[in-house]
Every structure is written in structure tokens, then in C-alpha cells.
């Protein structure tokens, strides 16, 4: 068969599957997808469709979203749905390894996201834009905790090693008096380590700063833009609101979505506050 | 319970007024985050609302904070929880003011920051009186009241 016609009958299955799909009968959908693969191994809508089903299933496949979001994503890279949809899954997957995977995908689909706002402001765009930009915080905590971890787990062997050193001092001394100067030293040393953050609770003080606060969510913000009176709104935050009325919020003069700018020096100081402090990502 | 904008930006307001209240509001309850219930107190000597604490009701949708909450006072017998008079709060608790109604709302507003408003609301009233036909209003009306259009004929009460 010439190659036309088989994109054509590719074509032909995905409209079925859609079908099945807008009917909720996920199964059916999929496995029309996969007959449209079959046909067309290039279309990369195809794998993204049947990964936006296999998200749908009872059960979802999420092994599978991994799997066909990829493939997708290397045939078209400038692809919202499938980085979407694979960070989504990466983050079901729960694999040890895939915090930072996640959290680059999500962060892709969210740029993407922006860059279509910004040709159709009010289109599908502004309604994906709160999602994404709660998946991409989420992502960051989550890589944020496995760093976390692996930082406490590497501070925290060190304090066992130096600890026993004095330990091992300790016990080799003659007299009480040097063996209680030992003992201050240890003690010492577990006061040091509790202060950087392990030992039990963290011990290191929880607080927001004002500044990076989006005062629609009360969240970190991640895309900060300005409005024309210099106060900064998360990107998603004041689209949601402008959709409703296009006012500043906090002077109420009209505001639409070509007077935001976005601010970069605050989007970087609240990405650096966030690389010291993922727990804020998602509180 | 899917964590939707409305109970994450309630929470962090819950716990932002747990930790600290602005005076004269206590926080009576927050079971959930679809209704609260905060004691409101006069902080000057305004003769008219003078020993008197009254009781706030909000009820939250799940588009809060891009609608606004719905606020009115409620009356209880014990302890006794009046609802104040002034000229733009209806006997039966509903408020007038354009900072609660579609159009006045902000999503910067907060539940502290309203009854901060409603605070310096009584504050600033010397008339011991209900908005104009209020018997009427309170008789018939069965409109939610952020369905009610209210005409804000005097923003200078």
C-alpha cells in the first residue's frame, strides 16, 4: 500500500478511537490507537492520544504513558501533552531515580504552556496553566525531598564516623577530667550537626518570606508576572482572575493579559529560595 | 479529597489566623473549608456596639478565592450573638458591601482582610438604624445573598 493511504487508515483509527474515548470506553480507545500506530509510526498525536487514555483506565498504565510519551516526545520535542502526561506518570511511577525526570518534563510542558498563552491569551492555554503549574511545584518538592534525603543520609554518616573517632579517643584517655572534655566534644558535634538539619526534627526554621508569595494562591511563586503597578501575580493565578474580570486586583483599574510582564529577577529569587527550600514547593 | 485552589488557599489561611488573630476577631470554628465561623469585637468605644461581640458566617465554593465567599452575621441567644445595627446590615445578618458582591470582590481579599473591612465598617457608623426597608427585605427576600445586586447608593456610611 502506498504510504499515503496507510496515514490515511491511521487517520481512520484514530477518529474511532477518539470516538470510543469521548464515550469513556478507554479500552476500546486504546486499542484503536495502537492499530493507528500500527499504520503510522510517525504521527506522534497517536502516542499521545493513547497515553491520555491509558492515564483514564480504571487502573492506569502509567509504565505504559512512560513509554508511549517518550517515543512521542522523540519523534516532536515541542510537545505540552506529552510532557504533561509524562510527568504525571514519572510521578505515579514513584521510581527512586525519577524526581529530576519529572520535574524537567513538568517544567517543559508548563513553558510550553506559557508560550501558547502568549499567542492565544485567553485560550486552552489559561485554563492548563493552574495544573501545570501545581504539577511542576509538586515535581520540584519531590526532587527537592530525594536531595534532601541523600544530603541527610551523607551528613548523617559523617556525624556517625566523627563521633565514633572521639568515641574511640575517649575510651583510650587515662584520666576523668580528659575523658569529660571528650564527652563535651561529642555532645559538641550532635548540638552542630541538629542545627544543619538532622538529628530527629528539622531544626531549621520554616518560613515563607512575603516576596515570594502569590497573594491570589498563597503559594511559592514559579512564573511570577507584574502587573502595571509593579505588584507580581503567579502567571496562572492572574489569568484565572482576569478571565473573571479584567481588573488589577489590588487597585482595580482595568488590567488585561497584555499589560502582565513577566518578572524575571523575582522568578529567579523565588526559584533560588525554592532550591533551598523544596518544602515550600507544595505546603 | 482532591486538593482543589480553594481548601489549599484555605488551609494556609487557616493556619496563617491559628497562629495569630488580628484583635477583636477569634476564630469560633473551621471544621472544614466550606464554612467558618469568627467572633468579631469593636476595638474602639463606639456607643453602639459597645460590650457587644457579633457572629460572622462564611461559606466558601470551590471557585474561592476567584468568587468571593458568602459573609453574613448570624444571630445566637447563647452566648449572645446580636446582629449590629447599621444602616447597610439587614436585620436578618445580610451585608451590603460591594467588597463581597462579584463585582467589588477581589482574589486578594482574605478572610482576615474582610473582617478587618466589616471591623472598621461598624467603627466608622454613628446611625442606629437598618437599611431602608429592611422589614420588606427581610420578609421577602430568598436570594442568596451574593446573588442579591445591591445598589451601593452610599459608600460614605
Given at each position: 500500500m502506498a504510504p499515503s493511504s496507510r496515514k490515511d487508515e491511521a487517520m481512520a483509527y484514530k477518529e474511532k478511537g477518539n470516538a470510543r474515548y469521548a464515550a469513556k470506553d478507554y479500552k476500546s480507545a486504546i486499542e484503536f490507537y495502537s492499530q493507528a500506530i500500527r499504520c503510522d509510526q510517525l504521527n506522534y498525536l497517536l502516542y499521545t492520544n493513547r497515553a491520555a487514555a491509558n492515564l483514564k483506565?480504571?487502573?492506569?498504565?502509567y509504565q505504559q504513558v512512560e513509554i508511549d510519551c517518550s517515543t512521542s516526545i522523540e519523534i516532536e520535542k515541542k510537545n505540552l501533552k506529552a510532557h504533561y502526561f509524562l510527568a504525571m506518570a514519572l510521578v505515579e511511577l514513584k521510581h527512586p531515580e525519577w524526581q529530576e525526570r519529572s520535574h524537567t518534563s513538568a517544567k517543559e510542558a508548563h513553558r510550553l504552556c506559557v508560550e501558547e498563552c502568549q499567542m492565544?491569551?485567553?485560550?486552552k492555554g489559561a485554563s492548563n496553566i493552574q495544573v501545570l503549574t501545581e504539577l511542576v511545584l509538586k515535581c520540584k518538592k519531590e526532587w527537592w525531598e530525594k536531595q534532601e534525603r541523600e544530603r541527610l543520609k551523607k551528613i548523617g554518616g559523617l556525624h556517625a564516623e566523627l563521633a565514633a573517632i572521639l568515641r574511640a579517643r575517649k575510651d583510650n584517655v587515662k584520666c576523668e577530667s580528659e575523658a569529660s572534655e571528650y564527652q563535651t566534644k561529642i555532645d559538641e558535634l550532635a548540638s552542630v550537626f541538629e542545627m544543619a538539619g538532622i538529628g530527629g526534627k528539622d531544626a531549621r526554621i520554616k518560613k515563607v518570606p512575603?516576596?515570594?508569595?502569590?497573594?491570589?494562591?498563597?503559594s511559592v511563586m514559579l512564573d511570577p508576572v507584574m502587573t502595571k503597578n509593579g505588584k507580581s501575580y503567579e502567571r496562572a493565578s492572574i489569568l484565572n482572575h482576569l478571565k473573571n474580570s479584567?481588573?488589577?486586583?489590588?487597585?482595580?483599574e482595568h488590567l488585561t493579559v497584555r499589560d502582565l510582564r513577566p518578572n524575571l529577577d523575582l522568578k529567579k529569587a523565588c526559584e533560588e529560595f525554592l532550591d533551598q527550600n523544596g518544602w515550600a514547593a507544595d505546603w | 479529597m482532591a486538593t482543589t485552589l480553594a481548601t489549599k488557599r484555605l488551609s494556609k489561611e487557616l493556619a496563617k489566623i491559628t497562629d495569630i488573630m488580628p484583635?477583636?476577631?477569634?476564630?469560633?470554628?473551621?471544621?472544614?473549608?466550606t464554612s467558618w465561623t469568627i467572633d468579631l469585637t469593636v476595638l474602639d468605644a463606639n456607643p453602639l456596639y459597645l460590650n457587644q461581640t457579633f457572629r460572622l458566617k462564611f461559606l466558601f465554593s470551590d471557585k474561592y478565592p476567584m468568587e468571593p465567599p458568602e459573609v453574613v452575621f448570624v444571630s445566637l441567644h447563647e452566648p449572645p450573638r446580636p446582629i449590629p445595627m447599621h444602616p447597610h446590615i439587614y436585620s436578618n445578618g445580610i451585608i451590603c458591601l460591594d467588597l463581597l458582591g462579584q463585582n467589588g470582590w477581589s482574589p486578594v481579599q482574605n478572610v482576615q482582610s474582610i473582617c478587618v473591612s466589616l471591623q472598621s465598617m461598624l467603627t466608622g457608623n454613628s446611625k442606629n438604624e437598618r437599611p431602608e426597608g429592611d422589614t420588606a427585605f427581610v420578609a421577602t427576600n430568598r436570594q442568596r445573598p451574593r446573588d442579591i445586586n445591591f445598589y451601593y447608593h452610599d459608600d460614605k456610611v
Amino acid at each position: 500500500m502506498a504510504p499515503s493511504s496507510r496515514k490515511d487508515e491511521a487517520m481512520a483509527y484514530k477518529e474511532k478511537g477518539n470516538a470510543r474515548y469521548a464515550a469513556k470506553d478507554y479500552k476500546s480507545a486504546i486499542e484503536f490507537y495502537s492499530q493507528a500506530i500500527r499504520c503510522d509510526q510517525l504521527n506522534y498525536l497517536l502516542y499521545t492520544n493513547r497515553a491520555a487514555a491509558n492515564l483514564k483506565l480504571d487502573k492506569p498504565k502509567y509504565q505504559q504513558v512512560e513509554i508511549d510519551c517518550s517515543t512521542s516526545i522523540e519523534i516532536e520535542k515541542k510537545n505540552l501533552k506529552a510532557h504533561y502526561f509524562l510527568a504525571m506518570a514519572l510521578v505515579e511511577l514513584k521510581h527512586p531515580e525519577w524526581q529530576e525526570r519529572s520535574h524537567t518534563s513538568a517544567k517543559e510542558a508548563h513553558r510550553l504552556c506559557v508560550e501558547e498563552c502568549q499567542m492565544v491569551p485567553m485560550g486552552k492555554g489559561a485554563s492548563n496553566i493552574q495544573v501545570l503549574t501545581e504539577l511542576v511545584l509538586k515535581c520540584k518538592k519531590e526532587w527537592w525531598e530525594k536531595q534532601e534525603r541523600e544530603r541527610l543520609k551523607k551528613i548523617g554518616g559523617l556525624h556517625a564516623e566523627l563521633a565514633a573517632i572521639l568515641r574511640a579517643r575517649k575510651d583510650n584517655v587515662k584520666c576523668e577530667s580528659e575523658a569529660s572534655e571528650y564527652q563535651t566534644k561529642i555532645d559538641e558535634l550532635a548540638s552542630v550537626f541538629e542545627m544543619a538539619g538532622i538529628g530527629g526534627k528539622d531544626a531549621r526554621i520554616k518560613k515563607v518570606p512575603d516576596w515570594a508569595i502569590d497573594d491570589i494562591t498563597f503559594s511559592v511563586m514559579l512564573d511570577p508576572v507584574m502587573t502595571k503597578n509593579g505588584k507580581s501575580y503567579e502567571r496562572a493565578s492572574i489569568l484565572n482572575h482576569l478571565k473573571n474580570s479584567e481588573t488589577d486586583p489590588l487597585t482595580r483599574e482595568h488590567l488585561t493579559v497584555r499589560d502582565l510582564r513577566p518578572n524575571l529577577d523575582l522568578k529567579k529569587a523565588c526559584e533560588e529560595f525554592l532550591d533551598q527550600n523544596g518544602w515550600a514547593a507544595d505546603w | 479529597m482532591a486538593t482543589t485552589l480553594a481548601t489549599k488557599r484555605l488551609s494556609k489561611e487557616l493556619a496563617k489566623i491559628t497562629d495569630i488573630m488580628p484583635d477583636g476577631l477569634t476564630l469560633v470554628s473551621a471544621t472544614d473549608f466550606t464554612s467558618w465561623t469568627i467572633d468579631l469585637t469593636v476595638l474602639d468605644a463606639n456607643p453602639l456596639y459597645l460590650n457587644q461581640t457579633f457572629r460572622l458566617k462564611f461559606l466558601f465554593s470551590d471557585k474561592y478565592p476567584m468568587e468571593p465567599p458568602e459573609v453574613v452575621f448570624v444571630s445566637l441567644h447563647e452566648p449572645p450573638r446580636p446582629i449590629p445595627m447599621h444602616p447597610h446590615i439587614y436585620s436578618n445578618g445580610i451585608i451590603c458591601l460591594d467588597l463581597l458582591g462579584q463585582n467589588g470582590w477581589s482574589p486578594v481579599q482574605n478572610v482576615q482582610s474582610i473582617c478587618v473591612s466589616l471591623q472598621s465598617m461598624l467603627t466608622g457608623n454613628s446611625k442606629n438604624e437598618r437599611p431602608e426597608g429592611d422589614t420588606a427585605f427581610v420578609a421577602t427576600n430568598r436570594q442568596r445573598p451574593r446573588d442579591i445586586n445591591f445598589y451601593y447608593h452610599d459608600d460614605k456610611v
